[in-house]
């Protein structure tokens, strides 16, 4: 996780390069798509240019947030990492303009997810229901949250346990991901 975080601080040239060297090898080695299932990785290169020099799909996570269901007006974006967090934002308000945004990065629920911690324990230790209480507790109409977005790969293993505490819409963007690669 905390490599994953240190991406925002890498140069994005370098990264980019990296990036784009390493895709060339797998379409010599056959690949038709490249899947970034990374949040934070995709906030910190320019896929979208990347995917026009390498001439295959560049499928990420981000891709999913430029057309979010159209019941979505106040949405809670929950990220690994600031970069993402901002990233994610970005592309949100870009692309939906009548969307409201709170962005949270928060690089314990990952570390917490891949030291084995249950989901439950998660939101108990991290009081991520006592963040969701927050988002909803927003009682200022303009801005009373109706969805919470998973903005980090780690997050779908929180889903279930989330879905028993809120009635929140939860936007997990992995199932839209999975359906470009066919």
């Given amino acids: 996780p905390q490599e994953q975080t240190n991406l ?17 090898d797998a379409i010599k080695n056959g690949a038709e798509k490249i899947f ?19 001439g295959i799909p560049v499928i990420t996570p981000l891709e999913t ?10 949405v809670a974006i929950i990220a690994a990492n600031g970069i993402s967090a ?16 709170i962005s949270i990065g928060n690089l ?9 911690t249950s ?3 998660i939101l108990r230790l991290l009081n991520l229901d006592g963040m969701i209480e927050y988002f909803q507790g927003i009682n200022d109409e303009r801005y009373k949250i ?3 977005l998973l903005g980090c790969t780690h997050f779908p293993y929180l889903k ?7 009635d929140l819409n939860i936007i997990d963007p992995t199932e839209e991901m999975i359906k470009k690669l066919s």
Avoid at 160 to 166: H, V
């Fill in 8 to 24: 925002q601080y890498f140069s994005k040239t370098e990264l980019e390069k990296l990036f784009e060297e390493n895709a060339i």
């Fill in 36 to 54: 970034i299932y990374c949040n934070s990785l995709s906030a910190a290169i320019d896929y979208e240019t990347i995917e026009n020099n390498i």
């Fill in 160 to 166: 279930e346990e989330i879905e028993k505490i809120t």
């Fill in 86 to 101: 901002y990233r994610i934002d970005e592309i949100i308000t870009r692309h939906n303009l009548d969307v409201n945004t």
């Fill in 108 to 116: 314990s629920i990952v570390e917490s997810i891949e030291e084995g």
């Fill in 119 to 121: 989901p439950e324990e």
């Fill in 65 to 74: 947030y430029k057309k979010l269901p159209k019941e979505v007006r106040n």
């Fill in 146 to 148: 109706d969805s919470i």
